[in-house]
């Protein structure tokens, strides 16, 4: 079946620096991609859209400038923590649009990357 | 491992009441989220519920929660065809991982 994967799995980084985290769909082209948040004992939230070519589309209070999307080909998207502080520690979770026939489509998610800011 | 379910397809008149059923597997379960997503756009959280309560109201939205039976519903009153759209019901437990159904397509006809 269809997989998304996200690398890496879990990343320690210390406060000040970057962090590039990478979301690749596997066995499908995807047009579209989506980056969630996820707080500790919270629900996910919508972080941005992530279209193959274009601008991600960010979220209400989310800082595109510090989260820096890029979905440079149609199997990979990535996304960016730039100066990392500790309270950007969350887990992180894409996924990706396969289409299916018509204008339907199917949802995959990736496992999601634990960052921890020190 | 945990599992959730749910129903694939609700369709509905507009105006009438949806309800959408899913049922989970982790007995250690502490929060409940149902989300909805519009045609190709990201989830959205739409409502939640506590594992120790068993209903929650939100303007038109309904939650019920039977933990007995581990079974969770949505009801959405007076459903408009604005509601259309994938609704995802998840668990979290002791992991804190979110295990997502597989989602449920509710029509809304005129």
């Known amino acids: 079946g269809a997989v998304v994967s996200q690398h890496p799995s879990w990343v320690i980084c210390k406060s000040g620096t970057s962090v590039k985290i990478e979301c690749r769909s596997l066995?499908?082209?995807?047009?579209?991609m989506f980056w969630y948040r996820q707080f500790p004992k919270q629900s996910l939230m919508l972080m941005a859209t992530?279209?193959?070519?274009?601008?991600?589309?960010?979220e209400q209070g989310v800082e595109k400038d510090k989260f820096l999307i890029n979905h440079a080909s149609l199997t990979l998207s990535t996304l960016t923590v730039t100066s990392a502080h500790p309270e950007d520690s969350s887990f992180y979770i894409c996924?990706?649009?396969?289409?299916?026939?018509?204008?339907?489509?199917?949802?995959?998610f990736g496992p999601g990357t634990r960052l921890t800011v020190t | 491992g945990e599992d959730v379910e749910q129903s694939l397809f609700l369709s509905v008149r507009e105006g009438d009441s949806s309800v959408i059923n899913c049922t989970y597997t982790d007995s250690s379960s502490t929060y409940l989220y149902w989300y909805k997503q519009e045609p190709g756009a990201g989830l959205q959280l739409l409502t939640y519920i506590f594992s120790n309560m068993d209903m929650k109201q939100d303007q038109r939205l309904t939650v019920l929660l039977n933990k007995k039976d581990k079974h969770l519903s949505l009801r959405i009153a007076d459903t408009q065809t604005g509601d259309s759209a994938i609704y995802f019901c998840a668990e979290m437990g002791n992991t804190d991982k979110l295990i997502f159904g597989t989602g449920t397509r509710l029509q809304v006809f005129p």
């Open positions: 066995d499908f082209q995807a047009t579209t």
């Open positions: 996924s990706a649009f396969r289409p299916r026939q018509g204008k339907d489509y199917e949802q995959y």
């Open positions: 992530s279209n193959e070519g274009s601008k991600a589309t960010y």
